[in-house]
Structures are given as C-alpha cells and as structure tokens.
C-alpha cells in the first residue's frame, strides 16, 4: 500500500480526492491536513510514503510545506494544485523547493471527468511515491573537485545532457554552475509535458549565466549557448552540423529522445563529443550514450546519491558505456576543467575565433 498524506485548506476538495484515490486498491490516505503547518505535526505519527499537497493555504504554504520537509525529514512531494497551469511559474517553484512532479487540479473538480483523474492522479501518486528524494543540500556547500579528464583526440566540441523524472532539478544544478565565459554548445533533451517545455527554458534561464533557447531547424550550433529540443520533436545535426527537427516515431516511446540526439553527435562530431546523462526513469540514453563511447567521446553520468531516479543512468551504466560518475555538483565543475585543461588550442566553434 502507498500511503498518503492529502493537504489542502478545502474540505470539499480533501472529500472529492479521497474518493478519488479509494478506486485505487494500493493506494490508502492516511490522512489529511488543512495546512502546511497541519500536516508538519501529523508526520511523526502518519509516516505517509508520499505527500499531496496544495499551494496556496494559510499558516504555512504548500511551497513553505515542502522547504521544511525537504531540509528535515525528506519524502516524495506531489504537488496538486490548481496554480500549477503550465505557463505558471508556479511550476518550477515548486520543483525548486523539493517537489517531485505537479498535478494540475481542475478548477471545476466536481464538473470533470472524475474517472480520468482518479486513474491519472493515481498513477502520478505511485511513479513519486517510488522515486528517491534526499535532504536539500547547502547551497553555499563546495562542491568536490572536478574529475580530471583528457580527451582522446584533442579538445571537446559539443556537450549532450539527456535528463527525464528530475531533470528539471538537475539541470538547473549543472547550467547554473557552469562559468558565463563557457565556450562550448550545450545541448539539452528534457523528457517533459509539451505544454510545459517554454516555462522550463524561462526557469532555467534565469538561473543560468549562459543564454538558454529552444532549438531551431537549420541554426548553427553556437558556442556559450544552451539549446533544448523542442517538443515534441527529435533533434539531430546535419552533415554541416547545423540542428535538424525530425517528426519521426518516438524512441524508447520518447520524441525528444535523448539517445537520437547522442546518436547524431557521435556521427557527425566523433571523439569531441561529450554525453552527460543526469536522473531519469527508463532507459532513453544509454545507448545513445553507448555511440559516444564508441567514437572516442566522453560519457558521463550522474550518481545514484544525487538522482531522484537513477533508471536512465544505471542501464547506461549495464551498457558499460559511462565513463565517468559525477554527484551533481561535480558535473559544471568537470565540463569547465574539461575544456580549461585544453585552452579551447585548435577548435573554432561556430561564431566563435580559434582559441
């Protein structure tokens, strides 16, 4: 059984979501709360696997509820709100603060399809209540020295990061960490709702000293740039190394796929690829990782420690195609090391002199 802690500050809403999970035989509510603060005190006597919770309530926010549980007494957040639309900011708020994933609540919970929640909501509940959260870190707390890597044949000339369930987290780790002076393209594939993927860039944005954009057909990949594919989209490189779009099937039930994306780097840059594959569940990467190998790249995965989902990296990791595994503080430190360790001698970047 999974158990479930509801907090919400409308009693109509608690008795509509505990009929709602009551059609799910492995999931029990445990209990319910009308606040953060509420829900702080029933904890040491609930032990709930995972935490549904609101937004916006007196006394102690949903936000205010997941900071404390998150720094004390880590467990798995949903948050289920109607605030959480997807060109709110709200969204990624709430993934900054610790939550695992956000469920939209309809305004009209008592008008809409009860049976489409009950069975949505209920699968959310179990894929969060089955992943691994840890306790917020210090973010003034050093991070560890980078790994010292050489490449096989000269400098790096493209960075892959595939990320799925904690991506958003980790990635903003990593490109908020990376210096503003970093010379290299970076490109991202996000598993994540269409509807939610111009939020996440915003999100990252603001966070990162490099400008961060969606891909687009034909661009030229240009150094000190963040790229994300775009939804719904696979993203490849040419022969010119300019980006492509394709609308082909999704891989490993993905479109963006991470490893179409890897697979399309190694061919067309080789050895001076860089994979890095952070948290996620499934196994969209690994052989995409498994390529960059293969032509002389350098792979990267993140630990098991700092992932919510450590699925995509572990089958990587079968593949024996990682090279190197990084906690996600080390991973911005060792992609600077990488390049500083080379002076960027004889690589010219696109819109960028030789260095």
């Known amino acids: 059984m999974i158990r479930v802690l509801l907090v919400d500050d409308s009693p109509l809403t608690l008795h509509i979501l505990q009929q709602l999970l009551a059609r799910s035989p492995d999931i029990e509510v445990v209990g319910t709360a009308a606040d953060g603060r509420q829900a702080l ?16 309530m007196p006394e102690m926010t949903g936000l205010d ?3 404390a549980v998150m720094t004390t007494n880590p467990l798995p957040i949903l948050v289920v709100s109607v605030s959480v639309e997807p060109d709110s900011p709200n969204v990624f ?41 840890f306790r917020k870190r210090d ?69 990162s000293p490099l400008p961060v954009r969606k891909a ?34 999704p891989h490993s039930g993905h479109r963006p796929s991470v490893t179409v994306t890897m697979r399309s780097a190694a061919r067309q840059f080789g050895a001076r690829t860089v994979g890095v594959l952070l948290t996620g569940m499934g196994r969209d990467g690994a052989d995409g990782m498994a390529d960059i190998a293969a032509v002389g790249g350098i792979t990267i995965a993140q630990d098991e420690a700092s992932s919510v989902v450590f699925g995509m990296p572990r089958e990587a990791l079968a593949l024996g195609a990682v090279q190197h595994v990084l ?17 960027g001698a004889g690589l010219a970047l696109p819109g960028m002199e030789a260095r």
């Not at 959310?124 to 209540?129: E, L």
């Not at 707390?141 to 980078?146: K, V, Y």
């Open 65 to 67: 509820l997941t900071r």
């Open 93 to 133: 708020r709430a993934l900054e603060a610790g939550a695992v994933d956000v469920f939209l609540k309809p305004r009209d919970i008592l008008g809409s399809d009860q049976e489409r929640i009950a069975r949505e909501l209920a699968s959310k509940i179990r894929i969060v209540a089955g992943v691994h959260v």
């Open 327 to 343: 906690g996600i503080e080390q991973i911005a430190p060792t992609l600077a090391s990488l390049w500083e360790s080379h002076n």
């Open 216 to 249: 687009a057909q034909g661009e030229i990949p240009q150094g000190g740039v963040v790229y994300f594919a775009p939804e719904n989209a696979h993203l490849e490189f040419d022969h010119l190394g300019r980006f492509t779009l394709s609308d082909a099937p």
């Open 41 to 56: 005190d029933l904890l040491p006597t609930l032990h709930p696997d995972i935490i549904c919770t609101d937004m916006h």
């Open 139 to 207: 973010a003034a707390a050093a991070p560890r020295p980078p790994t010292p890597m050489v490449p096989r044949q000269g400098p790096m000339q493209i960075i892959v990061i595939g990320a799925s369930t904690g991506g958003p987290q980790a990635l903003r780790a990593v490109l908020s960490s990376l210096p503003g002076s970093f010379p290299m393209p970076v490109v991202c594939v996000q598993h994540i709702g269409e509807d939610f993927m111009d939020s996440l860039v915003a999100w990252l944005a603001e966070a």
